[in-house]
């Protein structure tokens, strides 16, 4: 399986697709994440990351696209995963159909998550991540058994600095106009699937498999 996880910040794609991960046993390839991590390991890749991502801005194509290529077509490519955070612009929608087929592979599905923008700056604003593990805390529907730490390693909890309102507010504008014509993109591909995010995330977990048990 070789999945999309297209949706506007704070719907939760991170979410769904750990939950999905598990279920198909094939990795979840969050390209948030890669970066997130490039920038705690102080790599030139984090540092130049880390100039667009406080803005809440786009990570340029060329970056993206790089590793992107390193991850899905390097010397050890996954045979399935669900990309979550990419692609985020037509040129990386493009790309990545252009890589599909030079390797001889496609694509089964882009699933969509859709939620009212009142709900994601609710979501956004709430979450807090573990400096330690990474494991992501929402403090209205999945707050941690003590206040401000990991229930998992006892790692400090904080709040993501693009996870502050203006930025917020800034990537939000960000998906509508750069990240939205994707939803058309793969509508005429015929391979968009359409789940409202609403609710908890096992319910909206069952909305997915029903959606991709569907022809
Ligand atoms: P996420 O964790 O998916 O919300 O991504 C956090 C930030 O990483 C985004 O706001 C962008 O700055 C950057 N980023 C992640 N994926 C991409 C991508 N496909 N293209 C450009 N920037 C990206």
Redesign the pocket.
Known sequence: MKMILLGP?GVGKGTQAQILSKEYGIPQV????I?RSAIRADSELGKK?NH??SK????PDEI?LGLVRDRLFGDHPPKGYIL??????LV?AEALNQLFTENKTQLDAVLLLEADEELILKRLSSRRVCRNCQTVYNLLTQPPAVEGVCDKCGGELYQRE?DKIETIKN?ISVYKHQTKPLVNFYKSMRLLKTVNSSGSPQEVHRKIIKQLEEK
Do not use: K
């Open positions: 910040p969050s390209t948030g994440d970066l990351a667009y991502m809440g801005e786009l990570v993206m979550d955070g990419f692609p985020r612009t990386q693009d990537r």
